[in-house]
């Protein structure tokens, strides 16, 4: 499916987007556009107001989770780009041309339902639900377009093994780093030890030698003596 190229205006967020959180973050955005599908099919037949509350609801938080869907693929996608092959790359661009219909779409979506909710004629919401159907066709589509990027083209598979293998050097490096440290430490000890031992032994013979001196001296007394 060829799009027409489509792009929005660059949005600096107040907070950086963690790597690696547009997988968790893709669960919500696949799964609640079909929910919001089948209660929709359920209100066909039921016809309640609280089930349209529930939909507008799930529509609200699906838009939601389609935006930071964009939003947490564009950071990985920037990551994975320079390592997949000249076919990943183009793949990659596709996906995130869907991505930004998607992210529009959930809006036009959820427009369409308040339409939906304040129209009586049956044709509006008629309406409304087939463009929800072609949207969760869309989301199945980027969904399965996602899966080949990983699972074909090594999408973000490629750099997590390159940040383990960087991970786990840094660790090593650490380690040699700690050993010789601690080798140095006791090193250092033990060469203090040796420094204070050839201290005390250096004052012994010192001591000594004052002791020898001073017996060798004669005392006053023994000095009077003799004169007399």
């Known amino acids: 499916m060829n799009l027409p190229?489509?792009?929005i205006p660059q949005i600096d967020l107040p907070f950086e987007i963690p790597l690696l959180m547009h997988p968790p973050v893709d669960h919500f955005a696949i799964a609640l556009p079909i929910v919001v599908l089948l209660?929709?099919?359920?209100?066909?037949?039921?016809?309640?107001?609280?089930?349209?509350?529930?939909?507008?609801?799930?529509?609200i938080i699906m838009m939601i989770a389609v935006t930071a869907a964009y939003f947490t693929g564009s950071v990985d996608g920037k990551e994975a780009y320079p390592l997949l092959s000249e076919?990943?790359?183009?793949?990659?661009k596709g996906h995130k041309l869907l991505g930004t219909y998607l992210m529009l779409a959930s809006g036009i979506v959820l427009l369409f339902k308040l339409g939906a909710m304040m129209a009586s004629r049956g044709l509006v919401?008629?309406?409304?639900?087939?463009?929800?159907?072609?949207?969760?066709?869309g989301v199945l589509k980027q969904g399965?377009?996602?899966?080949?990027?990983?699972y074909e083209f090594g999408a973000n598979v490629e750099m997590?093994?390159?940040?383990d293998d960087e991970k786990f050097d840094l660790e090593e490096e650490r380690d040699e780093l700690e050993s010789e440290l601690e080798a140095k430490t006791e090193a250092?000890?033990?060469?203090?030890?040796?420094?204070?031992?050839?201290?005390?032994?250096?004052?012994q013979p010192a001591e000594a030698e004052e002791t020898t001196t001073e017996s060798a001296l004669p005392s006053s007394d023994t000095e009077t003596s003799s004169g007399n």
């Open 125 to 137: 919401k008629a309406f409304y639900l087939l463009v929800l159907v072609l949207f969760v066709a």
């Open 5 to 7: 190229a489509i792009s």
């Open 87 to 92: 076919a990943g790359q183009a793949e990659l």
């Open 188 to 203: 250092l000890e033990a060469a203090k030890e040796e420094l204070e031992s050839l201290k005390a032994n250096s004052a």
């Open 144 to 150: 399965k377009d996602g899966g080949e990027l990983v």
């Open 160 to 163: 997590v093994k390159t940040l």
């Open 39 to 59: 209660v929709e099919f359920i209100n066909l037949f039921a016809n309640r107001r609280s089930l349209s509350l529930l939909s507008l609801f799930l529509l």
